[in-house]
């Protein structure tokens, strides 16, 4: 994949997006899992830069958490978070921003856009969930009760506002020519 240095610029700036959102956190009692701006970052990155920057620029935000700089929500860095319980939504997150940018830049209609955000997001569901079973000994169920359902409004929310800002946004900058 040859990128410019424009698209990498651009890509690095998204990622710094990513990690400025993920620091609106705010702990759920009940659970390890931190509410977060993320998702709407990563849905963000998706429509407005497509498949290919979206996923690169989570891809570089990963990297950066990875190796220990804490861009990850509540100041966390190093791949014990990448590992840990919650690890899996983070690694969800370039898949995410690749299937939404994939249907902005394909498609037109508003009901298939908002739908592959929806699919996104359960995928990013399945992705976090079974990792979080899979390190905290809880069953997929368990799981799900868990790390998805205390979030589901608030998700669809982000979706929702992504949405809406990321077509106001893309009508009024021309992204295509990075």
């Known amino acids: ?48 830069l497509g498949s290919r920057l979206g996923f690169l620029s989570q891809i570089i935000y990963l990297s950066l958490g990875l190796i220990g700089i804490p861009v990850f929500s509540q100041m966390g ?8 319980p919650t690890g899996g939504f ?3 997150f ?3 921003s ?21 699919i996104a997001l359960f995928i990013s569901y399945i992705i976090g969930t079974f990792q979080f ?10 799981g799900l009760l868990t790390c998805v359902v205390p979030f589901l409004i608030v998700d669809f929310i982000k979706v929702g506002l992504a949405y809406i800002l990321g077509k106001c946004i893309r009508k009024r900058i021309n992204f295509k020519n990075i």
């Open 133 to 142: 079973s899979l390190i905290a000994g809880v069953s997929f169920f368990k």
């Open 98 to 118: 690749y299937i939404v940018g994939y249907f902005f830049e394909k498609y037109k209609n508003n009901i298939l856009l908002l739908l592959s955000m929806l």
């Open 1 to 48: 994949m040859k990128l410019s240095t424009k698209e990498l610029v651009i890509c690095s700036i998204f990622a710094s997006i990513t990690a400025i959102l993920a620091q609106i956190s705010i702990p759920i009692p009940f659970t390890t899992v931190p509410l977060t701006m993320q998702m709407f970052s990563v849905m963000i990155c998706g429509i407005l």
């Open 77 to 84: 860095g190093g791949i014990g978070v990448l590992v840990g």
């Open 90 to 92: 983070l690694i969800s």
């Open 94 to 96: 370039p898949i995410v």
